[in-house]
């Protein structure tokens, strides 16, 4: 049973450029939700999709975006890079966290975006 | 608002070791817990959760026991490993979307 798969694994980008990173969530899962990890941190959730539409935001600006199709994989979009943006981006999937058989995160390998 | 608090590290230890990482939090109402763990160049792990006070969570060795009364979930294990080696995130979710995860602990076992 595949897991999440995210690609690509490793990304390099110039500022002011835009990227489109990418998710398979666990086969079951219907919820996709993204985080962004600088080295050294802990995960920082970006936002959440179910049922194709974003139910949550974290602090993060409009430059992050996303989306969700029906098969429930998703993209997250950043546009205008900036040097900070260069951190590992995980993707996790789940069942929805209201649900009674919600069981925490499965995540990917994430991908890593280093913005030069 | 919502937030975890875990021991800085890195926590170093020879192996067969004690344990203990330490974690609290704050949150309205009553949170689910969790410890994660990252391996080296790889994604998060779910590695226990606990749902209710008293709740203990326990997966290959390590174990956790939800406090409600000092708000604390501290990872345990007796005897560590050298494959223990890893970063360890203690995490919180609300019943609402996101779930919050600790700045994290990095661990190393030596042989």
């Known amino acids: 049973d595949a897991g999440v798969t995210q690609s690509p694994t490793h990304l390099i980008k110039t500022r002011g450029q835009q990227v489109t990173l990418r998710c398979s969530p666990k086969?079951?899962?219907?919820?996709v939700s993204w985080y962004q990890q600088a080295l050294g941190q802990g995960p920082q959730f970006i936002f959440q999709?179910?049922?194709?539409?974003?139910?949550q935001r974290g602090n993060f600006p409009d430059r992050f975006s996303g989306h969700q199709f029906p098969n429930y994989s998703s993209e997250l979009n950043v546009n205008a890079l900036l040097l900070g943006d260069s951190a590992l981006y995980l993707c996790?999937?789940?069942?929805?966290?209201?649900?009674?058989?919600?069981?925490?995160?499965?995540f990917g390998s994430g991908t890593r975006l280093t913005v030069v | 608002g919502n937030s975890v608090t875990q021991m800085e590290g890195p926590v170093t230890l020879s192996e067969e070791a004690f344990l203990t990482i330490n974690c609290t939090y704050t949150a309205t109402g009553y949170p689910s817990l969790f410890w994660y763990v990252q391996y080296p160049g790889e994604g998060l792990q779910l590695l226990l959760k606990a749902t209710k006070a008293d709740d203990k969570g326990s997966n290959k060795g390590f174990e956790a026991t939800y406090r409600k009364e000092t708000t604390s979930f501290h990872l345990e294990k007796g005897s560590v490993q050298v494959s223990d080696s890893a970063v360890y995130f203690c995490a919180l979710n609300t019943g609402g979307f996101k779930t919050i995860f600790g700045a994290g602990t990095r661990l190393f076992v030596k042989a």
């Open positions: 999709y179910y049922e194709e539409e974003e139910r």
């Open positions: 996790a999937s789940s069942s929805t966290p209201q649900s009674s058989n919600y069981n925490g995160y499965t």
């Open positions: 086969s079951g899962h219907d919820t």
